[in-house]
Structures are given as structure tokens and as C-alpha cells.
């Protein structure tokens, strides 16, 4: 039995071994295409928030802003928060500027959004490291909306990355109502005690603004990003 499981584990292994090396043949051409796109940022959210939200339209029109001078917005590629993105770039007659790094290998995740079907550049990736490789390096920003698990299992990615300097540095942005991000900081952060100290260090969060779009328009959140990356 033992030598019989031996053998169904190093074919299993085998097997693993070939689709890590397709999966890297193509995160080599994904990220090879991504970096003569030009300048990009990355915007991460829920599938969850459509057209009526005022976090779908806010971002909207800060992507289309940021299209209009040709910042590229890369998304994962959905509807939702992933989507609104790409309605900006249609809007300012950029969809060359709209990017979907879509979650291939996942059964529930839905259809490409329309508006980056209609000429924007879509990379279907087979995993969750190349999906993130591709969603941030290259970004000059990352902007961080409302989201579950997903978005959560995106931002603590990105964060560690970053920390580490495993990508160029880049501002992360936090775009948020009723105090969203905010709370779940400030709850992060807190300090439970000599022995324990926080769950997360503020000091992992150096390289994040909170924005609350109630606030703060499109309009002026373009223009203090635009400042912040030197662009």
C-alpha cells in the first residue's frame, strides 16, 4: 500500500510540476504585453456593487479622468467594482487603457465585463500568484475598494508585497464610505497589550491614504494622485 501511495503522490507531483512550468510560460508573455501597455494603475473591489452605487460611479469617473491622459486601469476583469473602471475608460474613448487580469482557473467567477471585451486588453490567468503578479507589478498606484474575500485575500497580498519590496514602491488607496477601511484599521492596529502589541503593525501601512469618497469628488482625488506618483 505504501509504495502504491508513493507512486500516486509522484504523479500527482509530476503533474503539478508541468502546469508550474506552463503557468510561468504564460505569466512571462502576460507580463511581457502588460509592460508595453504604458503607464497603468490597479483597482481592486467586489463584484457585488453595480451601476446604482456611489462607489461604482465615483470610480468611474476618477478612471475616466485617468484615462483621458493615458493611465491604463487594470482590474480583475468582472462586473461590479471591477467593471467601473472600464466604463470610465469607454466614457473617455480610452478602452485601449482598459485591462482585465481575470481569475481563469476559478468555476464561480462570472463573465468578463462588457466594456473591456469591446477593445480593451483581456489576460486569463490560471492561478492566484500569476493573477496578482499581473494585477500589481507595473501599477503605479493601487486603489482598494469595498470588497470580501477576495478583495481581502488581493490587499494583504499586495500589503506584504510591498512591505518586503517585492514590487516598486506605490501609493495604496483606500476609497471608502461610513468609515469602511477606516474601522477595520483602526481595529487592526490597536494594541492588545504589552505581551501581544496589534494584530497588524502600523507600520504596514505606511504606504496608504484613506479616501472618503463622500468627501472627497473624483476630481480632487486625481489631482492628489497625479502628484503622488509624479505623473
Request: charged share 25%; proline share 4%.
Amino acid at each position: 500500500m505504501s509504495k502504491l501511495l508513493d507512486i500516486a503522490h509522484a504523479s500527482k507531483m509530476d503533474a503539478h510540476l508541468d502546469r508550474v512550468m506552463l503557468n510561468a510560460q504564460h505569466l512571462q508573455r502576460v507580463l511581457s504585453t502588460l509592460k508595453g501597455i504604458g503607464p497603468q494603475g490597479t483597482f481592486l473591489g467586489s463584484r457585488k456593487l453595480g451601476p446604482e452605487s456611489l462607489e461604482y460611479r465615483w470610480l468611474a469617473e476618477a478612471s475616466r479622468l485617468l484615462a483621458l491622459i493615458g493611465i491604463a486601469m487594470k482590474t480583475g476583469g468582472g462586473p461590479g467594482l471591477m467593471e467601473a473602471p472600464h466604463k470610465g475608460c469607454l466614457e473617455a474613448n480610452r478602452l485601449d487603457r482598459a485591462i482585465a487580469v481575470c481569475a481563469d482557473f476559478l468555476a464561480t467567477e462570472e463573465d468578463i465585463n462588457p466594456y473591456v471585451v469591446q477593445g480593451g486588453h483581456v489576460f486569463k490567468m490560471p492561478d492566484f500568484n500569476s493573477r496578482h503578479d499581473a494585477l500589481f507589478f507595473g501599477s503605479m498606484f493601487h486603489g482598494v475598494l469595498w470588497g470580501r474575500l477576495g478583495t481581502i485575500h488581493e490587499l494583504y497580498d499586495l500589503l506584504n508585497r510591498l512591505k518586503h519590496g517585492l514590487l516598486a514602491g506605490a501609493p495604496v488607496y483606500f476609497l471608502e464610505r461610513d468609515g469602511y477601511w477606516s474601522q477595520k484599521k483602526d481595529f487592526l492596529t490597536q494594541s492588545l497589550g504589552e505581551d501581544l502589541g496589534p494584530r497588524i503593525s502600523p507600520e504596514d501601512y505606511n504606504t496608504t491614504k484613506i479616501v472618503n469618497i463622500t468627501e472627497q469628488t473624483p476630481e480632487q482625488f486625481v489631482r492628489m494622485l497625479l502628484k503622488d506618483i509624479g505623473f
